[in-house]
């Protein structure tokens, strides 16, 4: 899988709040369709919401902890790999790989797959790879990727 990088220039709303109660599913989708991981259920689920009718009852509350480990996804893989100090190769506890197109046979890092990427979720893909210093959150309603200053306060 490619890694996505987002640009400075898309810090800021990415989804309104207009979406209503829509919103949860949205931010789920957004990080599906980067690389998110959902079981075959809970994509089931999702995919469901839209023709939900009101006449069963929809589980909500598990909805909306699924959006919340989305958006700690996007959150996810931003630092280096402390095993292998973000170089993706020649990691420190000597379990590496090597990739069987690569000449050189460069010990790649197993934690990170060779990314250089740290703080991963187990199972998971990597997330695009965001500006430093930004976090993907909830602001007023709306979901995006924002800068935060020493107060806690919105920048961008």
């Known amino acids: 899988m490619e890694t996505v990088m987002i640009d400075p220039s898309q810090i800021g709303g990415w989804l309104d709040s207009a979406r209503g109660h829509y ?3 949205d931010v789920i989708q957004l990080a599906e369709h980067w690389g998110f991981i959902l079981d075959p259920f809970a994509k089931f689920a999702v995919e469901m919401y839209e023709d939900h009718d009101g006449h069963q009852e929809f589980p909500f509350e598990a909805m909306q902890d699924l959006c919340d480990e989305a958006i700690a996804w996007l ?21 590496s790989w090597t990739h069987k197109d690569d000449a050189d046979k460069l010990p790649r890092c197993k934690q990170c797959s060779g990314t250089g990427r740290g703080d991963r979720i187990p199972g998971q893909n990597y997330p695009p790879i965001i500006p430093p210093g930004t976090t993907w959150a909830f602001e007023d309603g709306d979901f995006g990727l924002w800068r935060y200053d020493d107060e806690g306060l919105v920048t961008e």
């Open 23 to 25: 919103i949860s599913r």
């Open 75 to 95: 959150n996810s893989g931003q630092v280096d790999c402390d095993n292998c100090d973000g170089k993706g190769a020649y990691p420190k506890d000597g379990e």
